[in-house]
């Protein structure tokens, strides 16, 4: 297919006739990268007609590129970009700090890229031991079903819900199947009404903060916690107390007097992995009912209970509208999916819907009618159960090499999970550890983001086995111990 007229025009402020205003504007194309080696050109009577010129001026213009090596022609089949031509300038072309814009002044404080950033490469694949957390294994994701069930989605009979506008609403199947199945498994009981889907578990988090928060309101985050969780909550210019977790998760106790909200990972804290008694639980809604503060729980990984039930959700305690609960399949389908769910009191979903709109309008609709499919057809469970048989094999050769190689464990969940909260020796610095073992194709987390403090201890790591063969676990783990020098 040739270029498209669309990406002509001639620019006004140039000079010379038009023959050579033409010559500038394909040249400077190629130039600036636009128009690659290869592409072909519109022909000369439909260039001419878009741009209002004549037939000839163009052939005319053409012909002096093709003499200049930035164009080729072959006979009938039309004029191509040579192989030959100049290359783009390997500088950009707009480097920052050009211009007369002072982004500095005008961004003042302003600064979202001092978010914490990630430190996995974006070809952790070809990594022989990829610790990482979060990540889709393609040998255990249902593709077969899921390209069905989005075919499906696809069909005539879903049109309108695959192209329609629906502003702030939802896809019906999809909030039914929250819930009747997903939320009664946590113990829930909740009405279409006290239901929002959400691009992923994060974006539950924001609009949670935004609603709930402000510049005079208090909020509680766990220390050490999922660092994006806690720039969320920088950036609704609330009062932010870190509360230092134990090892059963956030001490109520601890939660400064004058909280507003307090948000939490009761069930399976990350990142150590934690979960929270019920007796302390019961002391957390009894707390805040005494003193009128909300909970957000990031309920994130429940599914992968495999070694023992999980404990109850902490929303399915509630009797007082308290709790806010925030739900995903991103971590148990694929990250990619962004898909998750808030549940609360039907007045707090009405102001996240109405928030979420303002944004996003809603999730797209193709992605939830494919999801709503995936998962009441029954693929979704057994997914689940398929993936907790695999982790907690994985699970049991990375306790066993963690042991074989004396390795510590700062925190392992008792309920599964599919990571491990490790300590370096005193003096190991995680960071530049997984800098060195990358050169030995080991992926690790280094602990450090997750803490608040400009002076947390930088000798925690996460170890994390969703991405991982069995089969590799233990030399992997090998290498990590020598490199740490267990």
Known sequence: MPISTDSFFLDPATEGTLQARIQQMVAQGILAGRFMPGEKLPSSRKL????????????????????????????????????????????????????????????????YTMAPAVTRPADWASFR????????????????????????????????????????????????????????????????????????????????????????????????????QRWILTQARCQLDAVPIDEDGLNPDDIPL???????????????????????????????????LLIVEDDYEFEMSFLKPPSPALKSLDRNGRVIYIGSFSKSLFPGLRLGYLVGPEAFIREARALRATVLR?????????????????????????????LHERRRVTDDAIAEFGLSVAGEGAYGGSSIWMKAPEGVDTEDLALRLRDKSVLIEPGRSFFAAPDAPQNYYRLAYSSIAANRIREGIEIIAEAIGA
């Not at 929250?178 to 498994?185: G, N, Q, T, V, W």
Request: with cysteine.
């Open 48 to 111: 001419a007609e878009h741009l209002g010129v004549s037939r000839i001026t163009v052939t005319l213009a053409y012909t002096e590129l093709v003499a200049d090596d930035y164009l080729v022609s072959r006979g009938r089949s039309g004029y191509y970009v040579s192989e030959n031509a100049p290359e783009p300038p390997s500088f950009p072309a707009n480097a920052e700090g050009t211009g007369s814009v002072d982004w500095a002044r005008i961004l003042g404080g302003q600064r």
């Open 129 to 228: 031991f990829p610790f990482i957390y979060g990540q889709a294994d393609p040998t255990l994701f249902d593709s077969a079903n899921w390209r069905l069930c989005a075919l499906q989605a696809l069909g005539k009979r879903d049109f309108y819900s695959l192209t329609s506008d629906q502003y702030d609403a939802d896809d019906p199947k999809l909030v039914e199947f929250i819930a009747r199945h997903s939320l009664p498994r946590r113990g829930i009981l909740a009405r279409p009404e006290e239901i929002l889907v959400t691009m992923g578990a994060q974006n539950a988090l924001w609009l949670s903060a935004h609603v709930l928060l402000n510049q005079r309101r208090r909020a509680v985050v766990e220390d050490p916690c999922y660092s994006t």
């Open 258 to 292: 004058g909280t507003d909200a307090v948000f939490t990972t009761p069930s399976h804290q990350c990142p150590t992995t934690a979960t929270m008694p019920l007796a302390r639980r019961e002391q957390l809604l009894q707390r805040a009912e005494r003193e009128d």
């Open 362 to 390: 809603h999730p797209p609709g193709q992605m939830q009618r494919t999801a709503a499919y995936f998962l009441s057809l029954g693929h979704y469970d057994s997914l689940i159960r398929r993936v907790s048989r695999v």
